[in-house]
T-cell receptor
Framework: DAGVTQSPTHLIKTRGQQVTLRCSPKSGHDTVSWYQQALGQGPQFIFQYYEEEERQRGNFPDRFSGHQFPNYSSELNVNALLLGDSALYLC???????????FGEGSWLTVV | DQQVKQNSPSLSVQEGRISILNCDYTNSMFDYFLWYKKYPAEGPTFLISISSIKDKNEDGRFTVFLNKSAKHLSLHIVPSQPGDSAVYFCAASRGDYGGSQGNLIFGKGTKLSVKP
């Protein structure tokens, strides 16, 4: 049973560019959330998708957008990258009615 | 304003002894609490959780205690093993969506070192 999978694992982008990160949830999970973890900090909630719609959103600007597909996989898009967007981006999934959220290994984004 | 606080950035414990990691929260609406363990270059791994209707939950060497009046929870690891060395995150949430989890609010983590 595959857990939460994310791609790519590492990437380097230039300031001002756009990036797309991808996530496949754990089998049987239909809710996907994205978190940003800066060095020395705990993960911070970006948004959550359920039934292909954004259900909750954290305190992140509109440059951060997402999408959920019919197979429950999800993408995180960040436009107009800033140096401060350099972080580990974590995808997490959970089943409807479930209380436990499982995380993927993350995508390391470096903006130069 | 941090809603979930882990005030000890690091903790060092001898192998075989008890590790106690602490977490405080400010939002009384939180009704579900989780602990995650994180190794470098990996995503957080779920460890144990507790609902606000309980005050204790145990799973093998790991026990989580919840004191709602004090808005405090703690994770006890007994006995501690060198493989437990990692960063431990406390997280809290509100179950707003038909019983499903809302977003998690994390503390900054405590780095546990278990020395042989």
């Amino acid at each position: 049973d595959a857990g939460v999978t994310q791609s790519p694992t590492h990437l380097i982008k230039t300031r001002g560019q756009q990036v797309t990160l991808r996530c496949s949830p754990k089998s049987g999970h239909d809710t996907v959330s994205w978190y940003q973890q800066a060095l020395g900090q705990g993960p911070q909630f970006i948004f959550q998708y359920y039934e292909e719609e954004e259900r909750q959103r954290g305190n992140f600007p509109d440059r951060f957008s997402g999408h959920q597909f019919p197979n429950y996989s999800s993408e995180l898009n960040v436009n107009a990258l800033l140096l401060g967007d350099s972080a580990l981006y974590l995808c997490a999934s959970s089943p409807v009615g479930g209380n436990t959220i499982y995380f993927g290994e993350g995508s390391w984004l470096t903006v130069v | 304003d941090q809603q979930v606080k882990q005030n000890s950035p690091s903790l060092s414990v001898q192998e075989g002894r008890i590790s106690i990691l602490n977490c405080d929260y400010t939002n009384s609406m939180f009704d579900y609490f989780l602990w995650y363990k994180k190794y470098p270059a990996e995503g957080p791994t779920f460890l144990i959780s507790i609902s606000s209707i309980k005050d204790k939950n145990e799973d093998g060497r790991f026990t989580v205690f919840l004191n709602k009046s004090a808005k405090h929870l703690s994770l006890h690891i007994v006995p501690s093993q060198p493989g437990d060395s990692a960063v431990y995150f406390c997280a809290a949430s509100r179950g707003d969506y038909g019983g499903s989890q809302g977003n998690l609010i994390f503390g900054k983590g405590t780095k546990l070192s278990v020395k042989p």
